[in-house]
């Protein structure tokens, strides 16, 4: 996919004025962030899941190499194909050449986001394949050719209005705005599309590494399909997916449906293993399993390592004050919200995302809410760190801050600077007491006035009252 | 050296060691994240938990008595007396209920599928399904009505409790292990929940050997 991150203020100030983004956002808002809560409150110790999930994670970050070739050997004792791929294009030339040997023409996906990191639809397309997109939110996503805005409900800024002209004008049908009638119309137009595919593309939640398994959580039964139906199974994943048995990534599973759609589980949970045996009536003659880098490696050891915990379950964006106001899209490339502020900059490279690290207000709800506790906003602020140190920060506030340092190691001067700021101020207010614009800093009054200084510094009002 | 390498030594000098660590030992030993109280009576937990899954429940006390509950069930949703039936369960007298069942992995078209299942999970209300020869995994999905006998006895308290009995009776994972809470669903259209999406439209669950009243 490709990154648009340098346009965040640009997007951000756009989606701020859209107002039907606004309300369906708060929609996003009041159903998981409510229904997360609710569902939390079933468990006792919500906190000692998290540290156990924590802990699981970092277990296996710290022997990822050990892990991810016991799943390998595993998997391929079952019959899966395991293929390693260090960039987004060898994934995308990998499925491509699988689907060569198998003579693939027809391509069912159920929703997965590493395929987004690659473009992965695009490329197929471009070789001659179809590829039918059967998650619904992702199958609208297809139709109106837009990018997923949201990791778990990548629909969530389109209106069922929205939907329904889209449907009408694709599927040429009475044009209906019932949300149960949309579904069946997506499922009846999408069923002849499973039965027809020769192969079925996946993401993977989990890779197990005890059992050599793929491990797929989904609500539409989609992903089953998708599974299931086709004679080729390709799922494709990051390699920092790896859990060591079944028993962690039930651990895991506690957390991730309970904090991505406050639901205690979701609908199917799938885990796939090996190829159909000889006996069997239906499933896949054939499963590759394809792991993904494209960077991951390059975090583990740093200070950004505690990301590769990400289970991908949104809470951090549905609970994020700046994406609950801005949106997915203005991040600008497959991840959003704090996750994708620190992800996107650690994959696509940080001057490719220099807004982003900045697009938090550090409240710290994401890392309250966080299912595997990274602490994203240590994590944001180190990004910012690294802006600093790598002179990426735009002149003007470099200068800025090279002046304030140099005034703040000075005290007489610095008391000077101030005095005279404080008595500018005050001559630019007037008599109305308020400041209604400040040049250069009108971003900030555009929106509010600021109360005119009293006259006199801290320091002075200080000195006066000690005397 | 391709990809798998240059991954696995990018990885290996993160740890700031080329040798990989031991892990077998640790998988072999299984051990539990923190665990959920479960009340003692699992059924009726069960039962609670797939009835707020927006499953249907009905007990009977032998499997015998199931097939004419599942004709009811059909008559009543005015859906037609055919199905789709796991191998493993044909053998029940579906005919004399006036259920005309085939035996055989699901198509596009059926209407109904019958199934078994492996476990229930009283902590979540979940189903537990393994496939094979004798329990294909499409006739779960792909019908609008999918109708489970699972006997009571089946029915453990947590997801790693259904691990322990699956590697107890059949030492490996199948093909596929598919967990199903409830009908299928989505909440993709303005995160509105609507019930039957690509999978089925309702469940229904027939619990064996529990008297109606134990409920």
Redesign the interface.
Known sequence: MQVTAMHFKRKAGANLRNEKLQK?LE??QS??VDGRAVVIA????FE??RD??AA?RD?VL?????????FEQEATARGAVVH???TAD?VNRIVAEIAAQHGVQRIVKSKSMVTEECGLNDFLESRGLTVLE????EY?LQLAKEPPSHIV????H???ED?ADLFEQKHHRPRTTQ??E???EA?EV???G??AADMGISGGNFII???G?VLIVT????G??S???PRVHVAITG?EKVV?????V??L??LLPRSA?GQ??????????????K?????PEHFHIV?L?NGR??L???ELQPMLRCIRCGACMNHCPVYQNIGGHAYGWVYPGPMGSVLTPAFVGLENALDLPNASTFCGACAVVCPVKIPLPDLLRQLRHEQVKRHLRPWQERAALRLWSWLAQRPAWYALGTRLVVRLLCLFAGSGKRLRHLPGVSGWTNGRDMPAPTGRTFRELYRSGRT | M???E???I???????TTE?????D??RR?????M??IEKDLVPRFRDRVIKLACDVAAVRAVNEAPPVAARYLSEHHLPPRAVCWPELNALDWRSAGIDTQA???R?DDMVGITGAFAGIAE?G?LMLL???QT???VS??PETHIVVLEAGRIVA???DA?DRLRSEHG?????????????????????V?L?????YRVLIILVGVQAKSL
Not at chain 1, 219 to 222: H, I, M
Not at chain 2, 30 to 34: D, N
Not at chain 2, 196 to 200: E, K, L, S, W
Request: with cysteine.
């Open positions: 369906a929609k996003l159903k998981f079933e468990l006792s110790d000692g899941l156990a999930a699981i277990r710290n022997n990822l190499d050990g892990y991810l070739q016991h390693w791929a260090e060898d059967t998650d619904l939110g609208i409900a990548p629909v969530v389109k209106s069922k939907i949300i149960t949309l579904c069946r499922r999408l069923r002849p499973f039965l590494a005890e059992t398994s609500n539409e039964g989609n089953r399909l599974t299931t139906l390699i060591p048995t079944l028993e962690d039930t651990t599973l506690r759609t205690s589980i979701t609908n199917y949970v799938s885990v796939l293993t090996g190829t159909k045996g006996e069997d009536a239906d499933g792991l880098d490696s390059r583990l050891g740093t | 391709g990809a798998r240059r991954i696995l990018r990885i290996a000098a993160a740890r700031g990989s660590a031991d892990i077998g640790a998988i299984h051990s539990r994240g923190p959920p109280r055989r992995a699901a596009g979540t979940t496939s094979g020869p294909p995994a499409t999905l792909l947590t997801m790693e691990w490996k994972l199948p093909r596929a292990v598919n967990f199903v809470s409830g009908p299928s669903r989505t909440a993709d259209i303005e995160q509105t609507t039957g999406a690509h999978g089925p």
